[in-house]
């Protein structure tokens, strides 16, 4: 074998390696969802089709491969992936927001949940990253609070031309809390 005809070998095992890695991950992240929705049981993750024309139209346009039910980051800093999602129940319309911090072993604790089913036709969630600052909107701040640099991953909850929250983890008070950026 020649020299190139080596490192064209090489490098294609390296992209099939990255290729398996890649939807192993995939894999396991779906089977992880599965998991946690076991624990939630009667309730799916909100999907794109049970939201507002208006809001899918948005979502499709400028998240087109994102779940706009699902964040997964590390919210707490402590390195391992955790978890936001949107729930619906499969018999009524009640829909809630779940986050929940996970441990190395996958083992995830639920610490904070918000009904959101008056606007679960227009909810959706985007990550917001680790050393972003944000501010309390000016309709809510009278009294001109601090903004918030983020230590680590946190959750933009938008209530499609309503509003917007982000979520993050506050490690002093061990809970999360919230932030209204937008009205």
């Not at 619906?88 to 089913?117: F, G, I, M, P, W």
């Not at 680790?130 to 501010?135: A, L, M, T, Y």
Request: glycine content about 4%; aromatic content about 8%.
């Amino acid at each position: 074998m020649t020299r190139p005809s080596r490192s064209v070998l090489v490098i294609l095992i390296a992209v099939l390696f990255c290729c398996v890695l890649i939807s192993t991950s995939g894999e396991e992240r779906k089977n992880n969802i599965d998991k946690i929705l076991s624990s939630f049981p009667g309730y799916h993750l909100l999907t794109l089709k049970e939201l507002d024309s208006n809001t899918q139209a948005f979502i499709v346009q400028h998240f087109p491969k994102a779940n706009p039910s699902l964040v997964h980051a590390d919210f707490d800093g402590d390195g391992q992936l955790d978890y936001g999602l949107l729930l619906r129940n499969d018999k009524s319309q009640a829909t809630k927001l779940v986050v929940l911090l996970c441990s190395e072993d996958v083992h995830c604790r639920s610490v904070y949940e918000l009904d959101v089913s008056a606007y679960s036709d227009s909810v959706y969630l985007r990550p917001v990253t680790k050393g972003s600052r944000v501010s309390q909107t000016e309709a809510v701040d009278s009294n001109h609070t601090a903004p918030v640099n983020l230590k680590s991953y946190g959750i933009q909850v938008t209530y499609f031309e309503k509003g917007k929250v982000v979520l993050y983890w506050n490690k002093k008070l061990k809970k999360i809390e919230e932030v209204q950026t937008a009205d």
